[in-house]
């Protein structure tokens, strides 16, 4: 069975942290996303990675950052937590073109105080 | 790049009666579909995809949709809901030029009452 893993459900950091959230694949897959989550906003990008030390920005990439130094591993890393971060976070990875489906991590609720 | 339109943000419907989530994407070259639902507090899981083929397809938990290219639609129905449906249903759209990536709608939340 096809897993992503997420590090943690539920994040509570304070302002001005630096915070990692890490996602972990076993399905030997190249491409690897991180997304937000916000009400009323449906998923939004913010990197994707296609392949190992790669990575290209999304539509929201300010404020954040991404390390994929191992296949199966894509970390997104905010630099300085603010409350405008607060939101969930899901993982996905898919395998190369053609893209016949994203798997999903469950999702990091972070909350930043 | 795609832009995908649900247009309900949420809709209720009654338990047993049928269900209809709207879905638009803006260009009509050659696209994959799907939906996604999403149960409380998890992530997203597959419940439909369209490659080609049949413009009718069928998921799990007795959904299905139909793709029409001349309408850049790709609805999601059921003909009886459950209290179990009761979810987040996400439409997504990749293409053959942006390759792995996938634009997703708002979402449209369902709830079924009993």
């Known amino acids: 069975d096809v897993k992503v893993t997420q590090s943690s459900r539920y994040l509570v950091k304070r302002t001005g942290e630096k915070v990692f959230l890490e996602c972990v694949q076993d399905m030997d ?8 989550q916000d009400p009323g906003l449906g998923l939004r990008l ?11 920005k999304g539509d929201i990439p300010e404020g954040y950052s991404v390390s994929r130094e191992k296949k ?36 990091t609720r972070l909350t930043v105080t | 790049a795609q832009s995908v339109t649900q247009l309900d943000s949420q809709v209720p419907v009654f338990e047993e009666a049928p269900v209809e989530l709207r879905c638009n994407y803006s260009s009509s070259v050659s ?19 369209y490659l080609s083929g049949s413009t009718l397809v069928k998921g799990i938990n007795g959904f299905e949709a139909e793709f029409n290219k001349s309408q850049t639609s790709f609805h999601l ?22 390759g792995n990536q996938f634009y997703f709608g708002t979402g449209t939340s369902l709830t079924v009452i009993p």
């Open chain 1, 29 to 36: 897959h190249e491409n690897m996303f991180w997304y937000r």
């Open chain 1, 46 to 56: 913010i990197y994707f990675s296609y392949d190992v030390k790669m990575k290209e």
């Open chain 1, 72 to 107: 199966e591993r894509f970390s997104l890393i905010l630099e300085s937590a603010s409350t405008n971060q607060t939101s969930m976070y899901l993982c996905a990875s898919t395998s190369s073109v053609p893209s016949y489906e994203q798997y999903f991590g469950p999702g």
């Open chain 2, 31 to 49: 696209v994959y579909l799907f939906w996604y639902v999403q149960y409380p507090n998890q992530g997203l899981q597959l419940l439909l995809k």
């Open chain 2, 77 to 98: 129905r059921k003909p009886s809901v459950h209290i179990s449906d009761t979810a987040e249903y996400f439409c997504a759209v990749s293409d053959l030029f942006t």
